[in-house]
């Protein structure tokens, strides 16, 4: 029997436990009602009186020690566990997935990239605007349709408080402000009071830029519009200037560029006749130079004007307009820019 104990008491110094289960079978096997350890406490009682005193002091720190080396290896487990919920700072995180610029920002970003080539900076100005910012001091008549609440969004009458329709009010809240020479680009957001399709919003994006100094002329707007084409659209791209009317400015002119899609050919997007229309320009009229408080017998100047879903549609073919107000990340996700 001693030779038993001996033989367990080794036994047990040396166990290990690598998880819960592990533990609680060497619990089992030493200590339960039918473990090793219990059923040499049983043998005990059939043992020689002489021997007795000996052998159950053996028997008590056999068990002794192996209830010990249980808790032991169950103390050793439990801060295995707790040190392996700990953060750890040093491990890498998980990626997060990356969103995508708005269509209109890429564009809207690019197209500021260009004319800050040209010296152009950007300025910008309030959405809700009073009807002088945005028409009397551009030479609107009072008559002019634009004003009529079928275009316009008022946000109240008299004294006249609107969502501005074009970016133009930057225009003259720089020319209010601002001394010649004027170099500026107006990216934002405008309104209409349209009926929403595919192919109309009541707000849109514009962009407008706007260059006042001595001796500036229509050879200088024709010269930076042909260089924003050949950038914007491939260095093939042509451009054509028509004849338009703007009551800001005169004379006007809107631009067609050679139709990128089929390369001036015809094709349905240009309806046949090779080219599509981006934008409108002019030589700022002298009124309006007038009413913002800079002489127009020293100065002049030019402005253009477009639409950022106009460009966004011709880069990217966007069929309908409404995607670009919708959010749904699938559409979205598919824009992936350097800007
Ligand atoms: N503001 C004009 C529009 O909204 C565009 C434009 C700007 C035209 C500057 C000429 C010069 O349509």
Redesign the pocket.
Known sequence: MKERIKQLLDEIKGLQAINRDDLESLRIKYLSKKGEITSLFNDFRTISNEQKKEIGQMLNDLKNTAQDKINELKSNLESKVSEENKLDLTRTPDPIELGSRHPLSIVKTEIADIFGRLGFVIAEGPEVEDDWHVFSA?NFPPEHPARDMQDTFFITRDPDVLLR????SV?TRIMTTQEPPIRVLCPGR?YRNEAISYRAHCFFH?V???YIDKNVSFADLKQALLYFAKEMFGEGTKIRLRP?Y?P??EP???MDISCNLCGGKGCPFCKGTGWVEI????M?DPNVLESCGIDSKVYSG??????IERITNLKYQVKDLRMFSENDVRFLNQFKSAY
Request: proline share 0%; hydrophobic share 40%.
């Open positions: 551009l329709t074009h970016t133009s225009q405008v514009q407008e830029g706007l338009s703007f800001f400015t006007s002119a809107e934008l409108g320009c002019g700022v030019y402005a253009f004007g477009m639409g």
